[in-house]
């Protein structure tokens, strides 16, 4: 294999780097909205369905975000798919870090409800909305589409409450206890409709393994770092402080959890984060924050520009109608399904409990994975999975705007 193709790659890198911090310093410094906000768009013009496509129409390397074939022993190796799905990782691991775990276990029924509320009532929205519009794609699309609904991509608003320093309030908390709970509902909710669209009936013991499995991995982890942190911190880290590589080592440990996970059908974001909540119990949790958190700000912009490369704009176009419905339904069942909870189990005031539910409504990279997959099982048609990209698109970027005045009144932006 030539060299041509990792010089190519390198240069993809730095452009998605240099819009991602472009389109942030512009959506902060003039637009006086969130950075991210500005990431996704940027992401969105230099995709290869718009001004990437234009630039470098015919280069099949960059347009196909540095694809290295024959890498590793594999057909295909998506480099910049494994940087940004690291840098979503790496972010999740800080924002568990800079968590505080008393308040995390203190509002844990709360963000249980939230993430219940968050998954019932947007499932329901998509199955009836699809089932009345479109009855031609039968039951497995309608499930997919409830499926699509139901999955929060916390990423973007864990940014946020970083940024205004908010995450280590109730709100912060709720909505953290809240996406790492939704992650398990999400798969399950995708693994039951997934195998009733292959087999065309409900396998009850899988879905029951995923939900045991996930809950009792996430709690001994938690369980581990709430109980034994003394432990974690004179074995696990002192042995690499003198070196001043202790943080870079608790890193490395999160991205292995983060894989861990994964065995159990597991989000790697969930292992990412819950290895953070590991480290935020120990006396080491400052310094590990302190240098990890540039690691963090050089990469997470990344992961978010990437995610509007995924975007293609021509494809929200088929459908209008359902697009528009589906967006409005999404928004709604999250905020209403998210705020009920935070508000009377919670005890939140209206604000801060409608802040959790703006706060859910993100749905993003998981969204189009789901409806990717139906997409290609054939139980969702094309027109259908342009309306996702258009409820992931407009999700991901009203939740900055709509989050924006409600942070204000708690005067925070």
Same mark, same amino acid.
């Given at each position: 294999?030539?060299?041509?193709?990792?010089?190519k790659?390198?240069?993809?890198?730095?452009?998605?780097?240099?819009?991602?911090?472009?389109?942030?310093e512009? +959506?902060?410094?003039y637009?006086? /909205?969130?950075?991210?906000?500005?990431?996704? $768009?940027?992401? !969105?013009i230099i995709?290869p369905?718009?001004?990437?496509? *234009?630039?470098?129409?015919?280069?099949?390397?960059?347009? %196909?975000?540095?694809?290295?074939?024959?890498?590793?022993? $594999?057909?295909?190796?998506?480099?910049?798919?494994?940087?940004? /799905?690291?840098a =979503?990782?790496?972010?999740?691991? =800080?924002?568990?870090?800079?968590?505080?775990?008393? $308040?995390?276990?203190?509002?844990g029924?709360?963000?249980?409800?939230?993430?219940?509320?968050?998954?019932?009532?947007?499932?329901?929205?998509?199955?009836l909305?699809?089932?009345?519009?479109?009855?031609?794609?039968?039951? /497995?699309?309608?499930?997919?589409?409830?499926?699509? $609904?139901?999955?929060?991509?916390?990423?973007?608003?864990?940014?946020?409450?970083?940024?205004?320093?908010?995450?280590?309030?109730?709100?912060?908390?709720?909505?953290?206890?809240?996406?790492?709970?939704?992650?398990?509902?999400?798969?399950?909710c995708?693994?039951? !409709?997934?195998?009733?669209?292959?087999?065309?009936?409900l396998?009850?013991?899988?879905?029951? /393994?995923?939900?045991?499995?996930?809950?009792?991995?996430?709690?001994?982890?938690?369980?581990?770092?709430?109980?034994?942190?003394?432990?974690?911190?004179?074995?696990?880290?002192?042995?690499f402080k003198?070196?001043g590589?202790?943080?870079?080592?608790a890193?490395?440990?999160?991205?292995?959890?983060?894989?861990?996970?994964?065995?159990?059908?597991?989000?790697?974001?969930?292992?990412?984060?819950?290895?953070? *909540?590991?480290? +935020?119990?120990?006396?080491?949790?400052?310094?590990?924050?302190?240098?990890?958190?540039?690691?963090?700000?050089?990469?997470?912009?990344?992961?978010f520009?990437y995610?509007?490369?995924?975007? %293609?704009?021509?494809?929200?176009?088929?459908?209008? #109608?359902? +697009?528009?419905?589906?967006? #409005?339904?999404?928004?709604?069942?999250?905020?209403?399904?998210?705020?009920?909870?935070a508000?009377?189990?919670?005890?939140?005031?209206?604000?801060?409990?409608?802040?959790?539910? #703006?706060?859910?409504?993100?749905?993003?990279?998981?969204?189009?994975?789901?409806?990717?997959?139906?997409?290609?099982?054939?139980?969702? %048609?094309?027109?259908?999975?342009?309306?996702?990209?258009?409820?992931?698109? #407009?999700?991901?970027?009203?939740?900055?705007?709509?989050?924006k005045?409600?942070?204000?009144?708690?005067?925070?932006?």
């Amino acid at each position: 294999m030539g060299f041509e193709v990792y010089f190519k790659f390198i240069l993809t890198l730095a452009l998605v780097l240099i819009a991602a911090r472009i389109g942030g310093e512009l +959506a902060e410094r003039y637009f006086k /909205q969130p950075s991210v906000l500005g990431e996704v $768009l940027a992401g !969105v013009i230099i995709s290869p369905f718009a001004l990437g496509g *234009l630039i470098f129409r015919g280069d099949p390397i960059i347009l %196909n975000f540095a694809t290295i074939k024959g890498a590793f022993g $594999l057909s295909e190796f998506h480099a910049m798919e494994v940087i940004s /799905q690291i840098a =979503v990782i790496i972010l999740l691991f =800080v924002a568990g870090v800079k968590t505080d775990v008393r $308040l995390f276990l203190k509002h844990g029924i709360t963000g249980a409800m939230v993430a219940i509320g968050g998954v019932i009532l947007p499932f329901c929205f998509g199955y009836l909305a699809t089932m009345m519009l479109c009855p031609e794609i039968k039951v /497995q699309g309608w499930l997919f589409m409830g499926a699509v $609904l139901t999955a929060t991509s916390i990423a973007l608003t864990v940014r946020i409450l970083m940024d205004v320093k908010k995450l280590h309030t109730a709100e912060g908390a709720i909505i953290l206890v809240a996406a790492v709970i939704d992650d398990i509902l999400g798969i399950l909710c995708f693994s039951i !409709v997934a195998s009733v669209a292959k087999t065309g009936k409900l396998d009850i013991s899988h879905a029951t /393994q995923i939900i045991v499995l996930g809950f009792a991995v996430w709690f001994a982890l938690l369980l581990i770092g709430v109980k034994f942190n003394k432990y974690i911190s004179k074995y696990l880290l002192n042995p690499f402080k003198d070196s001043g590589t202790m943080p870079i080592f608790a890193l490395i440990i999160g991205l292995l959890i983060a894989y861990l996970v994964t065995l159990v059908d597991l989000h790697p974001v969930v292992g990412a984060y819950v290895a953070g *909540l590991m480290f +935020a119990a120990t006396k080491e949790k400052e310094e590990i924050i302190e240098k990890t958190m540039p690691i963090m700000m050089f990469l997470s912009p990344f992961f978010f520009c990437y995610l509007g490369m995924q975007v %293609n704009v021509w494809l929200m176009v088929g459908a209008p #109608v359902i +697009a528009t419905i589906l967006i #409005v339904l999404a928004i709604i069942g999250k905020i209403i399904g998210c705020f009920i909870p935070a508000k009377f189990v919670g005890k939140l005031t209206t604000n801060r409990a409608m802040i959790v539910g #703006v706060g859910m409504v993100p749905r993003a990279e998981v969204g189009l994975i789901i409806a990717g997959a139906g997409f290609l099982s054939g139980a969702i %048609n094309r027109e259908l999975f342009g309306a996702v990209v258009a409820v992931c698109l #407009v999700t991901t970027l009203i939740t900055p705007l709509m989050i924006k005045p409600l942070l204000a009144k708690e005067n925070l932006y």
